[in-house]
């Protein structure tokens, strides 16, 4: 077999987070010739789903004082709470460092369908959307309330008046067609300012509904603009029904981006690309067309082209996160929302900005994702709870608190119990994609918790690079199956 | 192909160290070809697909090869999921690739249920008289040891070659815990993209 360092490698991409693996999947079957390393052992980057084991691995080197904090992740820690029995063997776990859900309308999707990678994924149904609602006397308890995901459910919801239902119809017709003509002009002269004004101004909304259209677009600081708002809720309308009713957004099962990322480097593979995982870059040599670089598996290898991210400069922003896992299958957040829907496994709550607090203070809105154990996440009768705020030397606490306001609020017998806790830090990084030479590093993962399209921008520029000189009709992301099979029949009895 | 996508679809893997003729095997079994000149290693394709009889019921049977992914021993948990069966293939003349097979093992059990069907296959069988460096009864003894099923074969010769692909059909078959995880189209509870859609939407809402 041809040793590494015997080829002139197109292009050496590190690390397999979503973004690499996309982009190896892309430039390998256009018939470029990769090499595709991580310094970890295990797929995905940023993105990656780890058992309870690696999660504990995991931990260890972000914590260890050795490694310099070049990745993305921080301040890490799990407890196990006291008296807390049910946790299964660890891999029984799959816990997402990152998860996202993915809209229907998402060019995420359609780029894994044209390039027929999709079929080695299994996408879930991402169901209800709930807004946290605090007990109004301190003897009550909090609840979640449903926001309506179609119009039916607007009329049939109880708790919200005839005049603000209304409103919300007409809002919501509006955004449907926010980009006409005679919709621009109403929207326009808002568009930088904050969509909760522009919703209560334009369509006389009530902090109720601000709070429902807000956590409908899961903004991280609750403060999003009316030109981003619109364009999320819109993408979020349209994407309901698309690929069945009742739902707007998927979720890949067994850990989310994790495994786009492992199904995008076997694609790769299929075309050509070759893998090394737990091998680094360890010392960086720029020739005049190629650049050689000493790997740690003792390696010398050149290529035209590396595609790594930053060292990254940790200015505090990005956001904080908490995973649980709690025993209790939460039934009441996985409802299909419509007869005829598959079964939800996924669930988001919303606590809208300032609920959080002690006593009045501002804080970020939380947003948790409950996974059920169809997610392959977790064994059966135990849930995935993923929490994400932005990172504030408090937001640790904040996030203890949401996770116990949540679970006080699910209607079962007793108050589910948490069995496991971790947490952890994500900073924000590198926002651009950023060419030097021979070098070409592209931005960190978004800390967006939707899929966000544009991030697959800067990976179509990096092929489109490579393929100046291709054959006009090279199409980004469109690849025929490479499954072969025989008409012939075989007969076992 | 809607209909040929919801025919029961078994999913079989071939692992082992680069080299051994997992390809060969598979090219051997499926299109009765061999290629002596084709070496190197495995791209291009993604999984054979082979349709089959079995006790009177049309199956759909998607054989896996590594894709190279195995030369670094890179292959993913995603590569694991869903599979019924796993050929682990090692070359009776190169005795390091018997050494890694125990890795193997451990790499599939870590990765699958405990249900799953195993065969251990040694392979180049042709070079028995004058090359071998693992015997038969080592090999028996692995396959025994993890609970796996045994053969040898030559894809130079044919010799044996539908062997381990039958055995391991039939044992995925008479698995209840296995047959019953054999479906059609798409995965229950998950979502088809590209569906039809329809109700529930906002966008009929005038």
Sequence with gaps: MESLGDTLWDVVIYGTGLQQSLLALSLSRSGKKILHL????????????????????WVEHISHPANPATGVFRSSSITKPDG????????????????????????LLSQLVSSRAYRQVEFLAVGSFFVFNPPSTPDEKPSLARIPSTREDVFSEPTISMKAKRGLIKFLKFVLDYEGESQRDVWTPHADGQLTDFLQKQFNLDAQLQAYVVALTLSLDGKISTKDGLAIIYRHLTSMGLFGPGFAAVYPKWGGLSEIA?????????GGAVYMLGTSIQKLETRESEIELHLSSGDVVKTQLLVRNDEITDDGSGVSRMVAVVRSTLKELFEPLVEGAP???????????????????????????????????CPVGQCVLYLTTLRTSDSKKFLNKALNCFLESINEGQKPQSLYQLYYEQARGAVESRAEGLIHNLPDASLSLSFDDSTLEPMKAVWE??????????????????????DEEELYD | MECEDALPTIKILLIGSSGVGKSALLQRYCDDKF?????????????????????????RVNLFDTAGQERFRTLSTSFYRGSHGVLLVYDI????????????????????????ALHLVGTKLDKAAQGREVSTEEGCALAKKHGALFSEVSSLTRENVRKPFADVINQIMQTPALAASIHGGRPPGTVTLGGDGGGGSWGCAC
């Design chain 1, 38 to 57: 991580d310094p970890n052992d295990y797929y995905g980057g940023p993105d990656a789903a780890l058992s309870l084991q690696e999660t504990e691995a």
């Design chain 1, 84 to 107: 807390a029995t049910g946790l299964s063997f660890p891999r029984a776990y799959s816990l997402a460092l990152a998860p996202q859900v993915i809209h229907a309308r998402s060019t």
């Design chain 1, 262 to 270: 492992q199904v995008a480097c076997r694609a790769g593979a299929v």
């Design chain 1, 343 to 377: 079964l939800p496994a996924v669930a988001v709550v919303a606590f809208p900005r300032g609920l959080v607090g002690d006593d009045g203070t501002p804080t970020n809105p939380v947003y948790l994702f409950a996974h059920s154990s169809d997610t392959g996440e």
């Design chain 1, 465 to 486: 690079k490579m393929l100046s000189d291709a054959p006009a009709e090279a199409e980004y992301m469109v690849f025929p199956d490479r499954d072969v099979g025989q």
């Design chain 2, 35 to 59: 290629d002596p000149e084709a070496s190197a290693a495995t791209i291009g394709i993604d999984f054979q697909v082979r349709k089959m009889t079995i006790g009177g019921k049309p199956y």
């Design chain 2, 93 to 116: 003349s190169n005795r390091a690739t018997f050494l890694a097979m125990e890795r193997w093992f451990l790499e599939v059990e870590t990765n699958t249920t405990e249900d799953i």
